[in-house]
């Protein structure tokens, strides 16, 4: 069987995870210098956030070059020392890929903005004259972020090339060609125009440039994004004609096909569509290896939801003879213990979540400090710093806040100097050193499970058996062996199925299994 099939991958948020240089921001020696401690929780795999250098509008995601580091991280250097020490701790490193947009720092762009309408430099990207007079966006889309997605390009400055001179020295935008260029996420992340080859050839370099120093595989972020039907009138499947186009299924088999000429690597799409059977095209033979499902993390904490998302997950990739790849939760959503309640219900309810999560057939993405159950941060407004999500108040920075590793340290051991977003005084408690000898922690649940997910036979089976639960409880076994996992998400206490306690999230309540709890029975 495949390592990746059943793999748990670990997101390292590069910002907040360790920070070796005193800038307050993580970076590749910081994570090198906790291999340790990765190997002691037990994952097989690691996702680094975006490497490359980039201008940092989206953290990484807006990127100026896929072929280098950002000094913020550190060098190729220290990305090949990760790797060599990852896999002298037996954990295999991947990265993330943002092959839907660049930054509009990125050189293309810039030679984009300086050529004329129907320029070559342009066709890399989704340039269109604008409606009404060139004053209104091609069309209506919006973007993810919120807002427009267009961006009218800015007025052409002298040196811009010959056919925009003349407007520019009029001083007046009259005549000129301002088009309009596409950005599904900010105005900063113009997309790609992947009807262009030299896109597709650029994609190709860019993943034997990583293969060859010895990465195991790639995060494909928007997995989804990339084609687009814009010059069609019809929608897509879910009449959303930015996401899901047939056409990036092509994109994908020429990810696999580069791929399958190094042994062992693994592509993960990051795969945001609405039906089992939309998110199972990705995994088809010929595409990825795997997808990350992020349906389980916008369910609530309800049996009857739950239980339905894990069916219909299963039986379309099944379909297609893939594994499934469950995620509770990354660096976009609120985390697990705050969007199950917060408080001590909250936790409860995350540390039932990650059995239940553990329990499943497939592999499993996990987002660092989940397994420390840390909470999401409320920031006062002068310390946030998403600035390109438009559509909450308060951004995505209340799960980026950087993980705590020492109790007494300043900033907890993530930096020596300032960290980029501030650590509250409560992630103390949290921290790693904190939680390695307590039995009864959050860290200590997620260890002793995923050394059980490794060694014992139960988490062999594929596929899955659904047992008969008492109203607002599941339970389940892996096909074929003696393992069960049950969750209560009810308000009353209910008894166990058969078979012996081997891990349990919460204390048992006199032989019952209490609210918000979780346990394996063997
Ligand atoms: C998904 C990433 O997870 C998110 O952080 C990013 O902002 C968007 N893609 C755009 O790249």
């Given at each position: 069987m495949h390592w990746w099939r059943d793999a748990v991958f670990y997101e390292v948020y590069m910002p907040s995870f360790t920070d070796s240089d005193g800038d307050g921001v993580g970076d590749l020696h910081g994570v090198r210098s906790r291999l340790g401690y990765l190997e002691l929780l037990g994952v097989d795999a690691l996702w680094l956030s975006p490497i490359y250098p980039s201008p940092m509008v989206d953290h990484g995601y807006d990127v100026t070059d896929h072929r280098a580091v950002d000094?913020?991280?550190?060098?190729?250097?220290?990305?090949?020392?990760?790797?060599?020490?990852?896999?002298?701790?037996?954990?295999?490193?991947?990265?993330?890929?943002?092959?839907?947009?660049?930054?509009?720092?990125?050189?293309?762009?810039?030679?984009?903005?300086?050529?004329?309408?129907?320029?070559?430099?342009?066709?890399?990207?989704?340039?269109r004259p604008g409606r009404a007079?060139?004053?209104?966006p091609p069309n209506d889309w919006l973007s993810v972020f919120g807002g427009p997605a267009w961006t009218r390009e800015p007025p052409p400055t002298p040196c811009q090339g010959e056919a925009n001179r003349e407007g520019a020295e009029r001083g007046s935008d009259e005549g000129r060609d301002q088009e309009w260029y596409l950005h599904l996420f900010s105005p900063a992340q113009p997309d790609l125009n992947w009807t262009n080859l030299e896109v597709w050839a650029d994609l190709e370099r860019t993943l034997r440039f990583w293969l060859d120093r010895g990465v195991d595989g790639f995060r494909i972020d928007a997995a989804h994004g990339m084609c687009k039907q814009l010059d069609s009138a019809g929608g897509s499947a879910y009449d959303d004609?930015?996401?899901?186009?047939?056409?990036?299924?092509?994109?994908?088999?020429?990810?696999?096909?580069?791929?399958?000429?190094?042994?062992?690597?693994?592509?993960?799409?990051?795969?945001?569509?609405?039906?089992?059977t939309r998110f199972a095209r990705y995994v088809r033979p010929d595409e990825l290896h795997l997808a990350v499902d992020t349906r389980l993390s916008a369910v609530r904490f309800d049996a009857d939801e739950l239980r339905a998302t894990i069916e219909d997950t299963l039986a379309a990739v099944d379909a297609v003879g893939a594994a499934a790849t469950w995620a509770l939760s990354d660096h976009d959503v609120t985390r697990p213990a705050s969007r199950y309640g917060g408080g001590v219900t909250g936790l409860a309810r995350a540390r039932a979540m990650a059995l239940v999560q553990l329990a499943l057939p497939g592999a499993v993405y996990l987002y660092?400090?989940?397994?420390?159950?840390?909470?999401?941060?409320?920031?006062?407004?002068?310390?946030?710093?998403?600035?390109?999500?438009?559509?909450?108040?308060?951004?995505?920075?209340?799960?980026?806040?950087?993980q705590p590793w020492e109790t007494d340290l300043p900033a907890f051991g993530f930096t020596t100097g300032t960290p980029w977003l501030p650590v509250p005084d409560s992630y103390a408690a949290l921290s790693a050193a904190a939680q390695l000898e307590d039995t009864g922690s959050t860290l200590s649940l997620y260890r002793r499970a995923l050394e059980l997910r490794r060694l014992h036979p139960g988490f062999t089976g594929s596929g899955l058996e659904w047992f008969g639960a008492p109203s607002g409880c599941l339970a389940f076994r892996r096909m074929g062996t003696t393992l069960v996992c049950a969750l209560n998400t009810s308000t009353e206490p209910v008894p166990l199925p058969p078979g012996d306690p081997l891990l349990v999230s919460g204390p048992l309540d006199d032989g019952l299994l209490p609210p918000d709890t979780a346990v394996w029975l063997a």
């Open positions: 000094p913020t991280w550190g060098d190729l250097d220290a990305l090949e020392a990760l790797v060599a020490d990852a896999h002298a701790h037996g954990i295999r490193v991947t990265v993330d890929l943002v092959p839907n947009h660049t930054s509009d720092h990125h050189p293309w762009f810039r030679a984009a903005l300086g050529s004329p309408p129907g320029s070559p430099e342009r066709a890399r990207y989704h340039f007079d060139g004053t209104r004609p930015r996401f899901d186009s047939d056409d990036v299924h092509d994109v994908h088999r020429m990810i696999r096909a580069a791929l399958d000429h190094y042994p062992d690597r693994v592509a993960i799409g990051a795969v945001g569509v609405r039906t089992g660092n400090g989940d397994e420390l159950g840390l909470p999401d941060v409320e920031l006062p407004d002068d310390a946030r710093r998403d600035a390109v999500w438009k559509h909450a108040e308060h951004g995505r920075d209340g799960c980026r806040v950087p």
